[in-house]
């Protein structure tokens, strides 16, 4: 009966173990340029299912699907937000967006308000992105995960909260 107890046990938290990393802790890899200079193509993210469901802010990296694939960008603009991007400058609600993080241009002019259910997320190499430039804005039910940190090649945060600026 003792050795049924330890299986039970350690059944129990092998199955708590999984719920966790299935929710807070999924390891992504990253595949392709879209997110260069931030993400290189095969580095390693920890990203989590749960906080993608209501912590959601501006320049936070993503995880979300769209046309049957599974892509990785960062959000530029909130739900019931106005941007325009503009000589290749991004603004949400009439002031510049500062974006130190960006690769490339943003040659197309956009002029939208978004949904209240409504993300419009891009890549930060913005040469080499699809995003909702082409696709439009993404519903919250698209997001998958939200990008934690980056834990390979070496371990850094990937977020940037420009609120602080």
């Given amino acids: 009966m003792k050795i049924l107890t330890n299986w039970f046990n350690a059944f129990i938290l092998l199955f708590v173990f999984f719920v966790l990393m299935f929710f807070l802790f999924w390891p992504f890899i990253i595949i392709g ?3 260069q200079n931030t993400l290189q193509n095969h580095d390693r ?3 989590s299912r749960l906080l993608s ?3 959601l802010k501006r320049g936070d990296i993503i995880i979300c699907k769209h046309g049957g694939k599974i892509i990785i960008k960062r959000i530029i603009a909130l739900p019931s937000e106005k941007l325009s991007i503009k000589n290749n400058l991004v603004y949400i609600n009439e002031k510049i967006l ?5 690769c490339g241009t943003t040659t197309n002019d956009i002029d939208i308000i978004l949904n209240t259910d409504e993300y419009f997320i891009m890549g930060d190499n913005r040469n080499f992105s699809v995003d909702s430039r082409i696709f439009a804005p ?3 039910s698209d997001i998958v995960a939200k990008a934690l940190f980056k834990f390979f090649p070496k371990l850094e945060s990937i977020n940037y909260n420009w ?3």
């Fill in 138 to 140: 993404i519903n919250k």
């Fill in 45 to 47: 993210i920890c990203a």
């Fill in 33 to 35: 340029d879209s997110m």
């Fill in 98 to 102: 500062n974006e130190p993080y960006v």
């Fill in 53 to 55: 469901q209501f912590d």
């Fill in 163 to 165: 609120e602080d600026n």
